[in-house]
């Protein structure tokens, strides 16, 4: 008989008006999945049934995992942690089977993408400043992905992997640190979408959401300069210094490393105690793009190329290597206050050319700045 109640034509009207149709509300309880009710469900009609029993699988699912995470996993750190390895692991292998590199940085980026919705679906509170970080990051994470796509594919290959291809271990660490990076740096979002708290907006949400705006037009517009400048034959075998490269010698690292700041500070009025850290995120983007696999590299890579020419090496002691500056400004500044404030760090140099350094040191204490300087201005 209370079967028949729960599935005759107006006791389901009610019981649907008093859930008003929302997944995990304290009445939907009342809907117990068993043979009988089925068999019931079933002679009412399909239709009702059907959506009937959707919904009670969608809320035995959602219900049980909320149960489990409540003891093993309330941040969703285990999960993230699940889904990224996965997911890299999958990319990992389509690389070392198939020699077929152009879609690491998309494999990366897109991370970033699945681990900001899943969080966000999962938790299903929807509150306000877990949409909107979680759409800075989507947002981020599409731009960047398709642009590295696209670039790659036009390029032709990545040649970050040309001593990888063969040596399925240095292809293995790569594919391991991307992976760590992705779940690193996404931990000040995983933490906001996992939680039950709901401050209101202060000014910290704004500031964040302003840094995200500032890092990520920054990093998008370098990207197109730097595009723009490659792709012109006429600049063929040259360095970018036009636009955003004449006040830093990497506008795209900076953009990237303001915006998930920005993230942070926009996340921080949710975290309490140890969540706070969840710093650790920007703070290992910073020191990742600043000591290992960002700046060292690409300036030992100019260096090399171009640490010969008189005007390169102008261009690198007038530009500042991360934050924008006017280059008659940072030219001017003291060494110390380069190295300390503003990234100036001697691993910087470590390939450019001896003759290099005494050639700048003899052109600034004699003649001045002439010739290709000036062009630079």
């Known amino acids: 008989q209370q079967h028949k109640n729960r599935v005759g034509g107006e006791g389901i009207r009610q019981q649907d008006s008093a859930t008003g149709g929302v997944i995990g509300s304290a009445a939907e309880s009342d809907y117990v999945v068993d043979g009988d009710f089925v068999a019931e469900i079933l002679k009412v009609g399909f239709g009702v049934g059907e959506r009937l029993l959707w919904r009670n699988s ?14 093993l996993d309330s941040h969703f750190l285990a999960l993230t942690a699940i889904v990224t390895v996965g997911y890299q692991l999958l ?29 966000l679906i999962l938790k299903g509170t929807w509150y306000f400043r877990q949409v909107v970080l979680s759409v800075l990051v989507i947002i981020w994470g599409i731009r960047l992905g398709l642009f590295l796509l696209m670039r790659i594919l036009q390029w032709g ?14 292809l293995a660490v790569f594919w391991i640190f991307q992976a760590v990076w992705v779940w690193t ?13 709901d401050p209101a907006l202060d000014v910290r949400d704004i500031i964040g959401w302003i840094m995200w705006s500032i890092g990520t037009s920054f990093e998008a517009t370098a990207d197109q300069q730097k595009l723009a400048f490659k792709n012109s034959p006429e600049n063929r ?43 650790l995120g920007p703070i290992f983007l910073t020191l990742l793009l600043l000591f290992l ?5 690409l300036e030992d890579s100019a260096d090399k190329k171009f640490g010969n020419v008189p005007a390169y090496r102008i261009y690198k002691r007038r530009t500042s290597p991360l934050i924008p500056l006017p280059p008659s400004l940072y030219e001017n500044l003291p060494s110390w206050f380069k190295t300390v404030l503003l990234f100036e760090l001697p691993l910087y140099s470590r ?7 005494a050639w700048c040191r003899k052109s600034s204490e ?12």
Do not use: Q
């Open 58 to 71: 969608l809320v035995a699912l959602r219900r049980s995992y909320l149960e489990m995470g409540t003891v």
């Open 91 to 119: 990319f990992f292998i389509v690389t070392a089977l198939l020699k077929f590199d152009k879609v690491t940085d998309f494999a990366g980026s897109t991370n970033f993408i699945i681990l900001a919705a899943l969080t």
């Open 157 to 170: 290959e990545d040649r970050r992997f040309d001593e990888m291809r063969s040596n399925l271990g240095k």
């Open 185 to 197: 740096v996404s931990l000040p979002l995983t933490v906001v979408n996992s939680s039950d708290r």
């Open 237 to 279: 075998g040259k360095w970018c210094n036009v636009g955003l490269w004449s006040y830093t010698r990497h506008p795209n690292y900076f953009g990237e490393i303001f915006l998930w700041w920005g993230i942070f500070v926009a996340a921080s009025p949710v975290l309490k105690g140890a969540e706070w850290l969840v710093i």
């Open 293 to 297: 696999s960002g700046i060292p590299l």
């Open 351 to 357: 390939s450019l050319p001896t003759e290099g350094l």
């Open 366 to 377: 004699g003649e001045g700045i002439k010739g290709d300087e000036m062009k630079l201005s």
